[in-house]
DNA sequence: CTGAAAGCGCTAACAG
DNA sequence: CTGTTAGCGCTTTCAG
C-alpha cells in the first residue's frame, strides 16, 4: 500500500475555543499558558476551523456555507441562518489564502513608497485607504526609503502575493522593476510625479512644474538673489525635478541661484533647513530669498530666522513645497506649493480598481501665497 | 461524461496594456515581451509562469525546483543552475498564496495603527519594518482611526490573511477583537502602552507615567494655574491615561486644571492646539502653563504665543508629548516627553518573531527640558 | 539527490 | 436551492 503525500491528521480537534470569557476587560483570567497556538509537537494540536468544519456543524454542504459567506449565489433563509449561526459559535474566520488561491483574485492591493518621513507619503496613503477599504481591499506596504534597487525587490516581493493591483511612488524605476510591473497582468499606479513615461495608470503633478511656478513667483516678487536649500535629491528625484524646472526659468532669467546648500541626509528633514540656512548666512552672499526642496526644510529654515531676528521676508524671504498643514499655522504661514494629497491618493486607488483604461491624470497644484515671500 | 469542477477558461485575457509609447529610457532594448507570464499555452491566454512551467523547461520534477526556489533540501549543483536558469528564462515569480496555503505559514505580518495623523506612527512603524523586512516578512496594514469597532473589523479582514503575527496599537480593543486575537494561534504584539491587560506581548510606556512626569515637572516649576488643551480624547485612549496621570498629581497637590480646552477633530493636529489656546487664552483665567495631549497641540500652542508676543515661558508655560524631531528645532525647544519609537517598534517586532514567551516591555520615555518650561 | 502524489482551505462549475 | 467535485500553485512526505 502506497502512503505517499501527506496524510491528513486525525488528532481530535479540540473545542473551538470559545474565546467569548465575555465579563469585561479586567477579570478574564484564561491561563493561556504561552500563546501560540500551543504548537505542542503532536499531542493535542489546536487546529484553526475550517469551512469544513462550519458546513459540518450546519448539517450543510461546503459550497452553500461558501456561498452564505460570501453573500453570492441564492440560498434559502432558513439555510442562511443556520450557517451563519455555525460560523459564530466555532469562531470561524475564513481563509483568504486559500479564497483567492480558488479564485485566483485577491483583494490585497500593492503599495511602494519611498519613506515615511514627513506627513506626504502618509496623507496619499489615507486617500489610498479609504478607497480600498470601502472595496474591501487590504494593502501590503512596503517602503523602499528612495533606493531604487530596493524598491525593484519590494516590488518582486509584493508580487508575489498576487495583488489585484499595485501602487507605487514615482514615475523612476529601475529597468527589472518597471519590466515586472508591466507584465505582472494588474494594474499599476504611479503616484505624485507626472513627468515621464508612465507604465498604466499615473495620477500626480508635474514637479517641474512646480519649480517653474516657486520660481517665477520669487521673480516676480523682485527677489534676485536666490539660494538654494535641500537634502539629498540624488534619491529623490522628484525634488530633483523641481529644483530643474526651478533653475531653468532662472537661467531663462539671466540669473542662477546665488548659493546653495545640499544637506547630507537622505530624508528630508525640518533640522536639514536648519542647518543649511545657517550655513549659507553664514556665508554672507548677500542672498534675498531662499528655495526650499520642500516644507520640511523650509520649516527648518523658517525657525533659524525666528531665532535668529531675520525678518522675513524683509530681510530674506522662504519659499517650500507640499504645503504641509504646519506651514499654515506657523507665526506666519509659509508660501509654498500645495498639493491635493489626499485626493491624489483617491483617484490613484480609484483608477486603479475602476478598470478603465490606461491615463495620466495632472491632479495639480496650488502656490499658496504666505507670508514669507 | 461527467464534467464537473472547474474547467480552465481559454478566455483570451487582453495583454497588460502597454502604456508605453515605447522609446523609453536609455537601454531599455531588453526584449523582456511582457514580464512574468505569457506562457502562451494553447491560443493566446496570457498565463502567468508556475513552477510546472519552469519544472518542464529544466527537465525536473517540480518539488525539486521548490527545493532549489526555496533553498531548502540538497539538490545538486548542476540541477540547481539548470532550474535557476529556466526560471529566470522564464521570469518566473513564486506564488507566495500558494505557498503559504500548501506550507501553512506565512510571511505576512498583521499591523493595525490608529492613524497616521503626525509622525509617531510612521517612526513606530519604521522600526518595525526594519526587523520585518531583514526577516523577509511583509506588513498588512489597517487604519482604524481611533475606532474600535473598525479596528475589530480590520483585524478580523487581516487575520483572514493567516499572517504569521500581527501587531496593534494599544491595549483596549472590543471583547470580540480581543477574543480573536487570543484565539487567531499567533503571536500579539501591542505598542505604544503599558497601562492595562495585555493579549500577549505589550511593548510601550507607561502612558499615565508620563502624564504624572509631566505634571510633577511643572509642579516643581512652581506653576500652579496649569489649563490643558487636547483633541477629542474619546477615541484616543492613551491621550486619555496621560490627562488622568497628570490630573491625579494635580489632585494630589490639593490642585486641579484651571481651565481646559478640547478640539472636537479627532486626529490631533497642530490647529487644534492653535485654537486651543487662543480660546483658553481670551477667558483670561490667570494661567501660567498649558498641558497638551500631545506635540502637535503644543506645536499649535506655541505658534500661537510666537505671533501674539507671549513670551514663553515666562508669560505662559508650554508641555507637550511625543518628543517630535520639530519640538527640538523650534526657536525654543518645546519641553515635553520623548518616547524611543523607532526601537519601540523593532523590540516589539522582534519579540514576535522571536518566539520568546510572553512578556511586557516598558521602553520608558525621557522627560525633555526645553525652553518653554 | 530526485520525483510522484497527496493535500492546504476554498471557489466554481455542474448536476441534481 | 444545494451538494459534489475538480482544481488553484505550491510544499511536503515518502519511496526510490
Redesign the interface.
Given at each position: 500500500m502506497k502512503k505517499p503525500g501527506r496524510k491528513k491528521e486525525n488528532t481530535a480537534l479540540p473545542p473551538p475555543?470559545s474565546?467569548?470569557?465575555?465579563k469585561?476587560?479586567?477579570a478574564?483570567a484564561?491561563p493561556?499558558p504561552?500563546?501560540?497556538?500551543v504548537s505542542a509537537a503532536n499531542g493535542d494540536r489546536?487546529r484553526?476551523v475550517t469551512i469544513t468544519d462550519v458546513a459540518q456543524r450546519a448539517g450543510v454542504g461546503e459550497s452553500t456555507v461558501s456561498r452564505v459567506l460570501r453573500n453570492h449565489g441564492s440560498v434559502s433563509q432558513a439555510t442562511r441562518s443556520k450557517i451563519l449561526k455555525a460560523a459564530d459559535e466555532l469562531?470561524y474566520?475564513?481563509?483568504?489564502?486559500?479564497g483567492?488561491?480558488a479564485s485566483m483574485s485577491?483583494k490585497?492591493i500593492g503599495i511602494v513608497v519611498p519613506s515615511?518621513?514627513?506627513?506626504v507619503?502618509?496623507?496619499v496613503?489615507?486617500g489610498v485607504?479609504t478607497v480600498l477599504?470601502a472595496a474591501g481591499f487590504?494593502?501590503?506596504?512596503?517602503?523602499s526609503n528612495y533606493d531604487a534597487l530596493r524598491e525593484e525587490a519590494l516590488i518582486?516581493?509584493?508580487?508575489?502575493?498576487?495583488p489585484s493591483g499595485i501602487l507605487v511612488a514615482g514615475l523612476e524605476h529601475t529597468?527589472r522593476a518597471?519590466?515586472?510591473?508591466?507584465?505582472?497582468?494588474?494594474r499599476v499606479v504611479e503616484l505624485l510625479d507626472i513627468d515621464g513615461?508612465?507604465?498604466?495608470i499615473v495620477v500626480g503633478s508635474s514637479q517641474r512644474m512646480a519649480g517653474r511656478a516657486s520660481a517665477e513667483h520669487l521673480l516676480a516678487h523682485s527677489y534676485r538673489r536666490i539660494g538654494y536649500v535641500g537634502h539629498d535629491i540624488r534619491g529623490d528625484i522628484r525634488a530633483g525635478k523641481r529644483l530643474e524646472g526651478f533653475r531653468a526659468v532662472l537661467h531663462e532669467n539671466g540669473l542662477n541661484f546665488v548659493d546653495q546648500e545640499f544637506h547630507p541626509s537622505m530624508a528630508s528633514?525640518?533640522?536639514a533647513g536648519?542647518v543649511g540656512v545657517a550655513r549659507l548666512l553664514k556665508r554672507q552672499s548677500g542672498l534675498d530669498a531662499i528655495y526650499f526642496s520642500n516644507d520640511d526644510l523650509a520649516?527648518?529654515g523658517y525657525?533659524h530666522c525666528?531665532?535668529h531676528d531675520i525678518s522675513v521676508p524683509r530681510d530674506l524671504a522662504l519659499f517650500g513645497y507640499n504645503g504641509l498643514?504646519?506651514t499654515r499655522?506657523?507665526?506666519?504661514p509659509l508660501s509654498t506649493i500645495r498639493t491635493p494629497r489626499v485626493a491624489m491618493g483617491k483617484v490613484g486607488a480609484n483608477l486603479l480598481l475602476s478598470g478603465g483604461?490606461?491615463t495620466i491624470v495632472d491632479v495639480g497644484f496650488e502656490l499658496v501665497v504666505g507670508a514669507t515671500t
Open positions: 475555543r474565546l467569548k470569557g465575555k469585561g476587560s479586567a478574564e484564561t493561556v504561552s500563546f501560540q497556538a489546536t484553526v469562531n474566520v475564513p481563509n483568504r489564502i486559500a483567492t488561491l485577491s490585497l515615511v518621513g514627513n506627513t507619503v502618509p496623507e496613503l489615507a485607504n477599504e487590504q494593502p501590503v506596504i512596503g517602503v518582486e516581493s509584493i508580487l508575489s502575493w498576487r529597468d518597471r519590466a515586472m510591473l508591466r507584465g505582472c497582468g494588474v513615461e508612465g507604465i498604466d528633514s525640518v533640522e536648519r520649516l527648518g525657525f525666528l531665532e498643514e504646519i499655522l506657523t507665526p506666519q483604461p490606461s
